[in-house]
Every structure is written in C-alpha cells, then in structure tokens.
C-alpha cells in the first residue's frame, strides 16, 4: 500500500532495459496507463544504451540513465561491479523519496535492480515483467519481494518459492494490438520475407539470410524482403538483394514496425520474447534463429515452445555458434507451401495475447490501492 496526499499527477517509473525486448513491454504498459489515466506522469530510467533512446524519442515519455554494469563485470571487477549498483541504489532512493511515484514497473535487466531495492526499501508498490521462458536473473532475485507478470506459465517453475506470479503474457504496443485484433489475413499479395535481427541486429542473422537469397533467387522471384539489419549489414544486404533482382526494403531500425508487421507473410528473426510476441500477435509463422549465448540459453527455450506447436521453425549452427547458419533447407520449402504457411499463422495465433497490457495495469492498481 502506498500513501499519497500529493495532488501531483501520479507517477509511475519504469526501471531496466538495455535492449528493446525490455523496452518494447514497457512502453505498451506505460501507453495503456496513459490511456487509462490521461494526466499520469511516466518515466523511463535505463542503462544508458543508444538503443533505448532510439526506443523512446518518439513516444514522448521522459527519460534517464542510471548507469549500472553488468553481471559479467563482476567476476573480473567485484569492486567497480559493487561500488556502481550502490550509486544506482542510493541514487533510486533519492528520486523515489524526491518525486513520491505510485509505483515502480521493473523491465529486466541489471538497470531494474537499483529502483527495485529502492521500491521495497520505500514501500512503494512495484510490478515486475518478465518476457522470457526462463526469468533473468535480476527478476528471479526482485520476485522474492515483488509480484512478476510472466509470459509463459511455465516460467514459474524458476522463480522462489515464495514469488507471486501471474501469467499476463507480453505486453504489445498499441498499434501491434490493434493490428491483432484487426485479424487480417496472411498477406500474399506480394508475399514479403520479414527478416528481423533484434533491436541490436545481428551478423549471424544478416549473412544467412542474405547467402540464402543469394541461392534461392529464382525461387524468391515476386516475393518482397523487408529486412531490418542494426547498425552492420546494410549495404551487403541491399548489394544482394539488388544483383538477384529481388524486391526489397533494408534499414538499420525501422521506427515503423507495426506497418512492416502488417504486410509479412514470413518471417525470420531472433527468439527474443517481445519479437515472438507481436509475431504470435499478428499471426507471422517464423524461422527462428535463437541468440547463441543468450542468458540460460532462453531463445532456444523460448523458440523450441513455439517449434513444439508448429508456428515456427528453428534454424541453429550445429555447434551453437555465431557462424551464419544455412537457411536454404528450411527456407526453400516454405516459399511455395502456402497452406503449411497458413497453417502456421493458425499455430501462432494461439499464442497471441493482445490484451496483456491491461491485465498488467489491473494488477498494477490492486497493488497502489
């Protein structure tokens, strides 16, 4: 229970981040608490990676950096790893004792830690979002205090004994929820290839990909590829998609996502949760080409319980690397098996939960009032 006689607008902080699968289901929360409160104040506080302004410049939310370093920094500098969460902790304690928000919402990662100590030791309410089949390790330790909003039930099974957990699944961005709920067809009309290399992109993604087309040019005529390659791989990609004559559109990030969303027919990315989620949303079968050293090894975990169903398809290097991997094998046979791909969408619709944002704002309230 939190107490509040300020007559501010209530403000609600999210705390983490570092990639865009963290990022992307806070936004969606924080949208739909502005939708539901239209004069509550939001703000993000994140790691300081590039990728999370990038995120966050066009919703208008206010931002911030609470540097703190990574676990794997700890081994090999225990003080410097030890010394920059205190700052962070002392430094969460100070904004939460200065600007009083009803609620902290922790988004993963090591930069959620500091406003989750703070939370517990302020009394303030906080919510934690777990996306991955298998809770990180920053979720795992702040579950012993905080409810977690998981999205696969069997998430669970890793968290303490004593954690509260609900399974809400991911939260999606408005437009992606109401391109779900629009249930359009499978376009086919041009059928568009949808590559995806994770907010960061990925050089594995980008050469098995672009050697794929390489060799089934003939077999990819009158598809469209809508490729979205991070900082690396753009002129190589376009460079072979221009010499195989194959349509196409390639950009480091596209700002747009839901529009590309909207006109896939196929798509191949990483594992990470929020991408399975707006493609389980949508209903876009997949070949999914899991993270090689991904914490815990959840792409593949998280990959493999969509394979399971038959909505996706995993392509992996056989010794779990990050050499390309050879996509023609699997690519090949769904170019011209329309109603495997459809059958597919079926599959990956089940898994769609559109309406996760609100169930994590419902809980939310339970917690502040």
């Not at 004792?97 to 609620?103: T, V």
Request: glycine share 8%; with cysteine.
């Amino acid at each position: 229970m939190s107490d509040h006689t300020d007559t501010k607008p209530p403000l609600y902080i999210f705390a983490g981040g570092g990639t865009g699968g963290h990022l992307a289901p806070g936004i969606a929360v924080a949208e739909q608490l502005r939708c539901e409160q239209s004069n509550c104040r939001i703000r993000f506080v994140g790691s300081g990676r590039p990728v999370e302004q990038q995120m966050l410049e066009p919703t208008g939310f206010d931002y911030s950096a609470c540097e703190t370093l990574p676990l794997n920094v700890l081994k090999r500098r225990p003080h410097r790893f030890v010394l920059s969460h205190w700052k962070a902790f002392r430094e969460a304690r100070r904004v939460i004792g200065q600007d009083r928000p009803a609620a902290i919402i922790g988004l993963g990662g090591f930069a959620s830690v500091p406003f989750g100590l703070a939370a517990r030791r302020s009394g303030v309410p906080c919510v934690l979002l777990e996306q991955n089949t298998v809770p990180g390790k920053a979720n795992r330790w702040l579950s012993r205090w905080h409810p977690i909003c998981l999205t696969f039930k069997d998430s669970a099974q890793h968290l303490p004994a004593q954690a509260i957990s609900h399974v809400t699944g991911n939260p999606l961005r408005d437009e992606i929820r109401q391109l779900a709920l629009s249930n359009q067809p499978l376009p086919f009309n041009p059928p568009t290839l949808l590559v995806l290399g994770g907010s960061l992109g990925s050089r594995q993604v980008n050469e098995s990909v672009t050697s794929a087309v390489d060799r089934l040019a003939s077999e990819l005529a009158g598809w469209h590829i809508v490729h979205q390659t991070g900082p690396d791989g753009e002129d190589d990609a376009r460079a072979t998609y221009s010499s195989c004559g194959i349509s196409h559109e390639v950009a480091p990030f596209f700002a747009d996502l839901p529009t590309r969303l909207a006109t896939a027919t196929l798509a191949i990315a990483r594992a990470g949760a929020t991408t399975l989620a707006e493609l389980a949303a949508v209903g876009i079968p997949a070949i999914l080409i899991p993270y090689p050293t991904a914490a815990d090894d959840h792409q593949t975990k998280n990959a493999q319980w969509f394979a399971d169903s038959n909505a996706a398809v995993i392509a992996a290097s056989p010794d779990r690397s990050f050499a390309p991997v050879d996509l023609v094998s699997v690519l090949l046979p769904l170019l011209t098996d329309r109603q495997r791909l459809l059958d597919m969408r079926d599959a990956m619709k089940t898994f769609g939960r559109p309406n996760a944002s609100a169930e994590v704002v419902a809980i939310l309230k339970l917690l502040i009032d």
